[in-house]
T-cell receptor
Framework: DAKTTQPTSMDCAEGRAANLPCNHS???????VYWYRQIHSQGPQYIIH???NNETNEMASLIITEDRKSSTLILPHATLRDTAVYYC??????????????FGKGTHLIIQP | GAVVSQHPSRVICKSGTSVKIECRSL??????MFWYRQFPKQSLMLMAT?????????EQGVEKDKFLINHASLTLSTLTVTSAHPEDSSFYIC????????????FGPGTRLTVL
């Protein structure tokens, strides 16, 4: 799996958009970008994933640059409950079901009231 | 989304005893489940892959005789920490890919193990 680089921590005001960057310059053509988050003392939660097109679901949007070397997870209207560690993971698709995940250090997002 | 449960959520035991942790997929079947361990202020580390009807596969450095895994049905995997010691105290989390979307993993809420 390609290596990812994320900022250690970020702050965001409640109600504003939270933009979490991730660098994955060694990503290969058949690797997807996945985002998970872990709220304190809970199991991780899947957020979104994508290959090259931008993706949006009820939780977030994922913007992937054209060269695919970086991406940004956007939480459009952050709430206090979005305070968590956010993990960007690059991996193959659908062989993905047969392999466990490799977690980096992630970004600790703190939503300020 | 798919729901994965774990039991117990928290356990405290004496050194030398064995502890069993259950991981269940509640609304889907999982031929494969994964076990992770997370120490304080660290990230999750994959310990092993649990395979229904066959032996688990362990990551490098994880002792298979200490961390016994049984995947007896399509909805249940168990992790038994044998002869637990204080250094085994950790947050143990399981996950499973859903049967309709193997792209994503669904995680249990975790089990906090404290060995005295």
């Amino acid at each position: 799996d390609a290596k990812t680089t994320q900022p250690t921590s970020m702050d965001c005001a409640e109600g504003r958009a939270a933009n979490l960057p991730c660098n994955h310059s060694t990503i290969s053509g058949n690797e997807y970008v996945y985002w998970y988050r872990q709220i304190h003392s809970q199991g991780p939660q899947y957020i979104i994933h994508g290959l090259k097109n931008n993706e949006t679901n009820e939780m977030a949007s994922l913007i992937i640059t054209e060269d695919r070397k970086s991406s940004t997870l956007i939480l459009p209207h952050a709430t206090l409950r979005d305070t968590a560690v956010y993990y960007c993971i690059v991996r193959l698709h659908s062989g993905g079901g047969a392999d466990g995940l490799t977690f980096g250090k992630g970004t600790h997002l703190i939503i300020q009231p | 989304g798919a729901v994965v449960s774990q039991h117990p959520s928290r356990v405290i035991c004496k050194s030398g005893t064995s502890v069993k942790i259950e991981c269940r997929s509640l609304d889907f079947q999982a031929t494969t489940m994964f076990w992770y361990r997370q120490f304080p202020k660290q990230s999750l580390m994959l310990m092993a892959t649990s395979n229904e009807g066959s032996k688990a596969t362990y990551e490098q450095g994880v002792e298979k005789d200490k961390f016994l895994i049984n995947h007896a049905s399509l909805t249940l995997s168990t992790l038994t920490v044998t002869s637990a010691h204080p250094e085994d105290s950790s947050f143990y989390i399981c996950s499973a890919p859903s049967s309709w979307s193997t792209d994503t993993q669904y995680f249990g809420p975790g089990t906090r193990l404290t060995v005295l």
